[in-house]
Each structure stands twice: as C-alpha cells, then as structure tokens.
C-alpha cells in the first residue's frame, strides 16, 4: 500500500473521511482554509528560493496579493480578515527571521521511504517544507498556518515529525548515528513560534508500528466515523451519517425527527433531575424515621414502611483456601451466600466453621412506597 502522510492522517483523525476520499474517491471541494494555507507557503518558498539577493518583504506580498483568490471567501468582511491575517503573519516572519542567514539545503522536498516486513511493503510519502543546515547538525522545518498553538508534550509526539525524521535518514543516512543533533519543528505562523523537538531510533521503530497497525485497520476496511471539532471543516459532512442531519436537502433533517429529538433530550434531563430529587427525598424520610424510631410513617397519597435487609460478603481467599483441599472450589461459580447455602450442608463441620468466619455482614434499609387506603 501507498500512503502519503496526509492521507495517513486523515486515517486517523477520522477513518470514514480516509474511505470517502481514497477508497471511493469522491471529490471534495478544497477548503478556504486549505488554499490559504497553500497560497502562504507558496509565498515562503518564494521568500526562501534561492537567489543572490533574496527577495524583500515587499516583493513576497506582492507574490502573496498576485495570488490571492477573493472569490473563496464568504463576503467582504471575511475575505478582508482572511487577507489582512496573511500580510500579518508574511510581515512577522521577516521580522523575525534573517532571510538571507537561513542555511537551506531543501525546499518542499518531496520524500518516499518503504516499511514492514520484506513479504508486505508499504510505501510512505509526503512533502517537507524546508530542511536547513545548522552549525550543529540539521533542523527540519514545518510551516502552520492552524490557530491552535500545540504543547510541548504535543510536539514531542508529533507523528509527522517523526515521519519527517524518518524521511530525512533516508536522505542522509550518514546522520542515523548523530540523530540527536537533528531537530523537528513545527513553525506556527500566526503566533510567530517555532516549537522544536528530537526523535530518536526507537520512536522511529515505534512510528513505523503505529503505521502499520493503521495499514492493519485499513485492510480490513475499518472506516468508522469519528466526531470531533474539525467535522466543521469536513468536505464530506453531507455524506457522514454523523453530520448530514444538518443539512435541509438531507431525509435526516426532519422536522418530526428534531422533535423527537429535542422530547427525548428535554425528557432525560427531567428523569435525570426527577431521581436527584427522589434519592433526596428518600434520604430525609428514612432519617425522620430512624431518628423516631418509625416502621411505618402515612402521607395522604401513600405510606412508607422501613425495613431492613441483610446481606452477607465473603472473604475470597479465605473461601478458596477451605474449598480448595476438598475439590470443592469450581463448584462455587460466584462466592456469594446462595452459591454457598447450597454448598454448606455438604461441607464437614470444621470447614463450615472456616467459611462462616470469613463472612461479613451488611445492613441495607429500603424504603417502598404503597398506595394509600383512601386511593
């Protein structure tokens, strides 16, 4: 099998948007996030491409206005927040990066490494933004254009660093011995951060397991749906059993079905307030009579009686330790007192003895509720 890292993670994001996309291939409309996030690459490419004098600032917006696309976005005020956040972040990245220092030996360099057993290849691909020579070692980099700015711990995670990791080795082999002079990171333009991390060889072994174990699911068509915040940008939500009720066109969007849905809803929190109260309102009955020292109390709908049930524990070890000697152990499917009442009168008298010392007892009251005489 082939996969690109961008279809492995939509695998694991949501593995019916992978079969929607790739085993059915149905065509998704590109996002207005995705060919902005395009368009902002394309222009650091061009900031980063290699020439005897780099372009300026003004040189990489005017790139970046060059190919801008007005017609994606939903109205004016949405296209002008969309433009004004790309100048932003293009403006932040000279600010804080020497163009002309950056040692780069790579540019959107394209990648392909096999894993798994020589009997069952699969072929891994992707695009790396940008690979730079540092004065000691090598650091692969990865532009962001997302809002969500990850952890520490998140990062250190990464798969698609780790992927990255393992396609830069593939390139410099020689490097697999000084591996922790190699860093990933990840570059997130809107907030001006750069948050960067190391892999070692086991975290490519366990990378390649992780994959594989995907591979696994894949094959055996594994492609259940999976809820979360970014179903909102989903290009398949008409098709999605989890989101096409939304949409009008769809059967789903029921106005007798949303009802239905909104009773059950309303219902539930009633019963879920309703036994809250309950529980409350027995509390305090069973208080008033046991401070009273009442059997029976009579409201004018019905009366409470208080009784009391006793229920007995036994200490398993102890059990099996009798039991055991006298082949009598897998007779006791469950160690409670009807297993063991059935059991007792068979027993000599000095292993009852041993079983009755290892029971404990507990006192339960139940409070029940009948209809008044008057009813």
Not at 152 to 168: G, H, M, P, S, W
Request: net charge negative; with cysteine.
């Amino acid at each position: 099998m082939r996969l690109s890292y961008s279809a492995l993670n939509d695998y694991t994001s949501c593995a019916l948007k992978y079969k929607f996309r790739y085993v059915d291939k149905i065509k998704e409309p590109k996002s207005k996030e995705a060919v902005f996030g395009t368009l902002i690459h394309s222009a650091l490419h061009f900031a980063h491409s290699p020439a005897l004098v780099p372009p300026t600032l003004e040189e990489t917006l005017d790139f970046f206005t060059r190919g801008w696309n007005a017609d994606i976005w939903e109205n004016e005020d949405e296209e002008r927040a969309a433009f004004t956040q790309g100048v932003q972040m293009l403006q932040k990245y000279y600010a804080d990066n020497d163009i002309a220092a950056a040692t780069i030996v790579a540019l959107e360099s394209r990648f392909q490494f096999d894993i798994g057993p020589e009997d069952n290849r699969h072929t891994i691909s992707g695009i790396i933004d940008r690979i730079d020579k540092t004065e000691t070692g090598y650091e692969i980099i990865d532009y962001k254009t997302s809002k969500k700015l990850p952890s520490q711990a998140e990062v250190d995670k990464n798969l698609q660093l780790t992927i990255y990791a393992r396609a830069f080795l593939e390139r410099y082999p020689k490097e697999r011995d000084r591996l922790d002079t190699v860093t990933v990171s990840l570059y997130f333009l809107k907030h001006g951060e750069k948050i960067s991390s190391t892999r070692t060889l086991e975290d490519l072994a366990r990378m390649e397991e992780e994959i594989l174990a995907a591979v696994a699911d894949i094959e055996a068509e594994k492609f259940a749906p999976h809820v979360s915040p970014l179903c909102d940008w989903c290009g398949f939500q008409r098709l999605c059993p989890m989101q096409k009720h939304k949409f009008k066109d769809e059967a789903w969007d029921d106005d007798d079905v949303r009802a239905a849905i909104d009773e059950l809803a309303a219902l539930k929190k009633k019963m879920t307030a309703d036994r809250k109260k309950a529980a409350e309102l027995q509390q305090q009955i069973v208080q008033f009579m046991k401070d009273k020292k009442l059997g029976r109390v009579f409201g004018d709908e019905a009366i409470a009686a208080l009784s009391e049930r006793t229920t007995y524990s036994y200490d398993v070890a102890t059990v099996r330790e009798a039991l055991a000697p006298l082949g009598k152990w897998d007779d006791v499917v469950r160690v409670d007192g009807t297993a063991l009442s059935k059991l007792l009168p068979t027993l000599d008298s000095d292993t009852q003895h041993a079983i009755e010392q290892a029971r404990s007892a507990k006192t339960s009251q139940t409070l029940s509720l009948k209809r008044s005489a008057k009813q």
